[in-house]
């Protein structure tokens, strides 16, 4: 178990075993640990005391399916909350096969100069000069690294915005085609790797070193039936290889909850042209791939590849998240440019979900029209080129509604609310209001409940309940390395019992359904002390006023939860 420590001060490196206070933690609850433990809560974001934890998850770089993803953790620049971004690719897996717990990434490097960090196959890590790479976009960029290292390695990785530190920076990982097209996008933390002066982290996929599993026969037969209960699963077995996260349109459109034109409108007019079946339709009909493994290990494919009119690549995988920042919150329904506005994104080094709504604020308050593809790329552009306007885009909503002195501003502790409406789906308005990390897409996710019946979208009653639920169930995911789509699985018996014996397998220790959510409920209080001491109250659990106060058509519903009862979530 490798626990390397990287000073960006004095470019020293120190490789460690795993320090007992962080035994037995991976993911986010690791990140969640470090970040707690070892940066003070009201420090500079984009300063030395920050730090930036890689960590893979407890099952990354084992047998298990569709457990390669990383979490990156910091104290974010864009809401002044400790942060876990979540990214997929090689690199979680990568790093498991090598025994590496976790890279910290600490100090900050001389002003002016760029470094970037090589893992080789024995775990062996070292710093070398990056000044050739300055400026560089990330497509280029991973073209140019895996010449230079060999193509038994992938890549996490910055673009402009990353070395500009604008808050919406996202750090970029190589998927199986080598690929910088998977983003640990949310938070800003892209502009933290950048403040810390590295341009990139390169990991030999050649590992053979992984942590023992402590009994691996129950292990392998565990992982076999998880596997085979993904596959057997509608959403996860049909939907998703068919339509991928798209899917998605079409679900959210019917609940009237598709928050577009800058969230002043809950279903999108031209929806049909940007849903998951028109994505499969188009992409078949250029050659491109609807069904695409873009993870290590991944069963689901839910990823794809989208050409253009000639059959080139323009991007991969183009997602529900995607499809509507830049499409339905922009009043665009193009997907050529949603897909050119998703590539630019990953190139660049940007987070889709939190530029998209910065765009759509600008469109709102006036300075382009919404349904005007060009001036969004621009726009976009314009961020890559440093300009005012560029950084305003770059800095997110908050930013740009501050500039235009814009009331509609659409974001949670300064991070833009995902494709979901409050007032449309309102115990997702109840995560991203209590979430620890302002408005997300994964923390707490309810779509779920509505569209099972299980929970009215529309009502007050048990959201806060349901939503702690969720919460906490992804924070123990989070944990584990397991992607959040093929967790969708364990909500039958034979997978979540899987589950638990390959936790219980790996760690030597008794894993239930007790235990797990314990798992979770540590992460969240971890998370929530390190916000109240950098100042955070319940005062900041709250949605913008205008979600409580401007009925959303076509249902014209408000956010109806209460204050009291958001103030309720953390009881456990």
């Not at 059959?311 to 009043?331: A, F, H, N, R």
Request: glycine residues 12%.
């Amino acid at each position: 178990m490798k626990w390397i420590r990287v000073n960006m001060a004095n470019q020293s490196i120190q490789v460690e075993t795993v320090p007992e206070a962080y035994t037995g933690l991976g993911g986010r609850g690791l990140t969640a640990a470090v970040i707690h433990a070892e940066v003070p809560p009201t420090c500079d974001a984009l300063g030395p005391e920050n730090k930036l934890v890689i960590a893979p998850g407890l099952l990354s770089g084992t047998p298990l399916v569709n457990t390669s993803r990383i979490s990156i953790g910091a104290k974010s620049p864009l809401t002044g909350t400790i942060k876990e971004s979540n990214s997929g690719g090689k690199i979680a897996a990568s790093l498991g096969k090598l025994g590496i717990t976790a890279i910290v990434i600490e100090g900050r490097a001389p002003a002016g100069h760029l470094y970037l960090l090589s893992v080789d196959a024995n775990g062996d890590a070292r710093l070398e000069a990056a000044d050739p790479y300055k400026g560089m976009r990330t497509y280029a960029l991973s073209a140019r690294l895996l010449e230079t290292y060999g193509p038994k390695n992938t890549i996490a990785c910055i673009g402009p915005a990353g070395e500009y530190q604008l808050k919406s920076a996202s750090i970029q990982t190589t998927d199986v085609d080598d690929r910088p097209c998977r983003a640990a996008g949310r938070g800003g933390l892209g502009a933290v790797m950048g403040a810390k002066g590295l341009k990139a982290i390169v990991v030999s996929t050649e590992g053979s070193n992984p942590d023992v599993i402590s009994d691996p026969e129950t292990f392998k037969a565990a992982a076999r039936t998880f596997a085979q209960e993904l596959r057997k699963n509608p959403f996860t077995g049909k939907v998703l290889p068919n339509f991928g996260t798209a899917s998605t349109v079409s679900a959210v459109n019917s609940l009237g909850a598709f928050p577009c034109y800058n969230a002043t409108q809950g279903v999108f007019d031209g929806w049909e042209k940007i849903s998951g079946e028109a994505l499969a339709k188009l992409i078949k009909t250029r050659g491109g791939k609807t069904q695409h493994m873009g993870c290590a290990q991944c069963i689901v494919h839910c990823s794809n590849e989208f050409v253009d009119e000639q059959g080139k690549y323009v991007t991969s995988s183009l997602e529900y998240e995607t499809i509507w920042s830049m499409g339905g919150m922009l009043g665009i329904d193009d997907l050529d440019t949603i897909a050119r506005l998703d590539f630019l994104c990953d190139d660049i080094g940007l987070d889709t979900i939190n530029t998209g709504v910065a765009v759509a604020v600008a469109m709102d308050a006036g300075y382009k029209s919404f349904g005007d593809g060009r001036a969004a790329i621009d726009m976009v552009e314009e961020v890559a080129r440093g300009t005012e306007m560029g950084r305003l885009i770059g800095n997110g909503p908050e930013a740009v509604g501050k500039h235009f002195n814009h009331h509609r501003v659409p974001t949670v502790k300064g991070q833009s609310i995902a494709a979901y409406d409050p007032r449309g789906m309102q115990g997702n308005g109840v995560t991203y209001a209590t979430s620890t990390m302002g408005a997300d897409h994964t923390a707490g996710n309810m779509l779920g409940h509505y569209l099972s019946g299980a929970l009215k979208p529309l009502a007050a009653e048990g959201q806060v309940d349901a939503s702690r639920k969720v919460q906490i169930g992804m924070a123990a995911m989070d944990c584990t390395g397991m992607c959040i789509l093929a967790g969708v699985g364990m909500a039958t018996k034979e997978a979540s019992g899987a589950m638990f014996a390959m936790l219980s397998a790996k760690l030597g220790q008794a894993i239930g359904p007790k235990e797990y959510a314990q798992m979770g409920m540590r992460t969240l209080k971890l998370e929530r002390d390190f916000n109240q001491k950098a100042g955070f109250t319940n005062k900041d659990d709250r949605l913008p006023r205008f979600f409580c106060e401007e009925p959303l058509p076509p249902h014209n519903q408000v956010f109806v939860v209460s204050d009291e009862a958001l103030d309720q979530l953390y009881n456990f």
